[in-house]
């Protein structure tokens, strides 16, 4: 029987017909670790971009910690001050109290001795000094009986009453707590976020790596999909000569599940709202500074917080969502909310 080498070479096909064939069938695979190549090197471009990404987060959280502890070392010297002025003025008034009893205690003690000493004289020199012996007693009468009060000691309620709650409501005026964070990694790269993570610029494009959350069309995405529940959030939209702010999410429609997006923007000097599917309307408002963003997982309301008009309220059958924006000019900011402490 013939070997599979000879049937092989017994083969009419030429050679440079199989050669031929041999370079079609091997070319995927070079295709395959071209891409892999390229792969690895985003993937190296990515592993020295999480080098930075830590060494930036390190700095900023050092300088946010750093900031509380000041605060505290602050805190700390004005509470110490405090206790120390209370001590000094309650130890000298103890100082003038005890003065005064001295001053008390010498007059009786001249008083009492020198009535003593009439007592002990002759019965014809007592009648003679008696009525001025009794005029000097009624003359010093009896002080008051010295006491210590409440208010004359440390009000230790004062400085230690609820003392880390208070000293955490002082530090209220100091941090900011924000309804909306962006992340990073879903900016686009010309977008810049400020070192809180609450407010947007157009600025010169970053070199960062592509994932899968990243967009190029010139939006970030908030840090958190929503799910459930009603939430809200305010942006300052300034000055910038575009912008846009609303949601991306998971609709239903019919059988099929969409991502979808809706927003109000600015363009042009016209104010528009967006809803898919490519659903324009214009927006009849002027000089639009700040706006407030309502969902409610059936509704999605923005408003003028100036006026407190509501501008557009889109209904739709949202299941997940994430917050968005978006410029090309001045920043976009995230208004901080009031914080509210029941008790």
């Not at 670790?33 to 990404?53: G, T, W």
């Not at 000298?92 to 008083?111: G, I, R, V, Y």
């Not at 960062?208 to 305010?234: A, I, L, Q, Y």
């Not at 809706?262 to 000089?287: E, H, M, Q």
Request: with cysteine.
């Amino acid at each position: 029987m013939a070997s599979r080498l000879e049937q092989d070479l017994s083969c009419p096909i030429p050679a440079s017909d199989l050669r031929e064939q041999l370079r079609r069938n091997i070319k995927p695979l070079q295709d395959k670790l071209k891409v892999l190549d390229e792969s690895r090197a985003q993937f190296d471009e990515a592993a020295a971009h999480i080098s930075l990404q830590t060494k930036q987060t390190q700095t900023q959280i050092r300088a946010e910690f750093e900031k509380l502890h000041q605060f505290l070392r602050d805190e700390e010297e004005s509470r110490m001050k405090a206790l120390r002025e209370e001590e000094e003025q309650k130890i000298q008034n103890m100082k003038d109290k005890m003065a005064a009893m001295s001053k008390d205690m010498e007059a009786l003690s001249k008083t009492i001795s020198e009535t003593e000493e009439q007592l002990r004289a002759a019965d014809a020199s007592f009648l003679l000094q008696y009525k001025t012996a009794e005029e000097r007693l009624q003359r010093c009468p009896l002080v008051e009986e010295p006491e210590i009060k409440q208010l004359d000691l440390i009000d230790q309620v004062k400085h230690l009453g609820n003392l880390g709650f208070n000293i955490w409501m002082n530090m209220k005026k100091l941090v900011q707590f924000f309804p909306l964070v962006l992340d990073p990694n879903t900016a686009a790269p010309d977008l810049i976020l400020s070192e809180d993570l609450t407010s947007g610029r157009k600025g010169e494009k970053q070199k960062v790596p592509k994932n899968s959350g990243r967009n190029n069309d010139g939006f970030v995405c908030g840090s958190e999909w929503f799910f459930s529940g009603t939430h809200s959030w305010e942006v300052e939209v300034g000055a910038s000569k575009f912008w846009a702010v609303g949601v991306f999410g998971e609709v239903q429609r019919e059988a099929d599940t969409e991502y979808e997006g809706w927003f109000i923007c600015f363009t042009d000097g016209k104010y528009s709202a967006f809803s898919p599917p490519d659903k324009v309307k214009r927006l009849s408002v002027k000089n639009l500074q700040r706006v407030r963003v309502k969902l409610d997982f059936d509704t999605l309301t923005f408003t003028d917080l100036d006026t407190n008009t509501v501008l557009h309220t889109f209904t739709d059958s949202f299941t997940e969502i994430v917050p968005l924006l978006r410029t090309s000019g001045s920043p976009l900011k995230i208004s901080p909310k009031s914080i509210t402490v029941t008790v």
